[in-house]
């Protein structure tokens, strides 16, 4: 099956820094999401993104389908911006979603 | 939107009993529902899919006898756990998917478990 791979595994920054996370893929995709898991276990959808660049706020990604990759940039990071951000990707029409080991971010005030 | 509830939030029972969690999708209809199982610091690991009206097709290692699923309507679908023991204690969550021409998927709050 097609292999995620996720890194920094974690991240440690402080309040105001910017960052970038990264999702490589092995295979073509037709889904890709990028998901903040909250504390409290909610996942959070961030994007749904299997080509081109998206932004919403502080947060954008850009998804090189070509080159199997996808990139979550997050500006000026908050305190509540922790928590884990997954990757999910699926290959095909109703494909399941097979998600990454995800990232910890920790934002220090 | 794409609002998805799941309940009970967190469940603690005793070791064989059954536990079962709803989850149902507020505002849209899901064709496709999959459940997740997330053990402490993991990934999620997909336990099966089911789709409205059809019997669930379980991952590998799932026992489908023990993890019974039901996707009666297009806007809820339940998991019970069966004779529950300590080791299925995990945060269950469940992933509705869109009847569009996507395929994105969106969340459940998720169930924590916990076998006494």
């Known amino acids: 099956g097609i292999q995620v791979e996720q890194s920094p595994p974690d991240l440690i920054l402080q309040e105001g820094a910017n960052s970038t996370l990264r999702c490589n893929f092995s295979?073509?995709?037709?889904?890709l999401q990028w998901f903040h898991q909250n504390p409290w276990g909610q996942l959070i959808n961030l994007f749904y993104i299997p080509s081109g660049t998206k932004q919403n706020g502080r947060l954008s990604a850009t998804t090189v389908a070509t080159e199997r990759y996808s990139l979550l940039y997050i500006s000026s990071s908050q305190t509540t911006d922790s928590g884990v951000y997954f990757c999910?990707?699926?290959?095909?029409?109703?494909?399941?979603?097979?998600f990454g080991k995800g990232i910890t971010l920790s934002v220090r005030p | 939107g794409a609002v998805v509830s799941q309940h009970p939030s967190w469940v603690i029972c005793k070791s064989g009993t059954s536990v079962k969690i709803e989850c149902r999708s507020l505002?849209?209809?899901?064709?496709?529902m999959f459940w997740y199982r997330q053990f402490p610091k993991q990934s999620l690991m997909l336990m099966a899919t089911s789709n409205e009206g059809s019997k669930a097709t379980y991952e590998q290692g799932v026992e489908k006898d023990k993890f019974l699923i039901n996707h009666a309507s297009l806007t809820l679908s339940t998991l019970t756990v069966t004779s529950a023991h300590p080791e299925d204690s995990s945060f269950y969550i469940c992933?509705?998917?869109?009847?569009?021409?996507?395929?994105?998927?969106?969340f459940g709050p998720g169930t924590r478990l916990t076998v006494l």
């Open positions: 999910a990707v699926s290959t095909g029409a109703n494909s399941k979603l097979t």
């Open positions: 295979d073509s995709v037709n889904n």
């Open positions: 505002d849209f209809q899901a064709t496709t």
């Open positions: 992933s509705p998917r869109r009847a569009s021409s996507y395929n994105e998927q969106f």
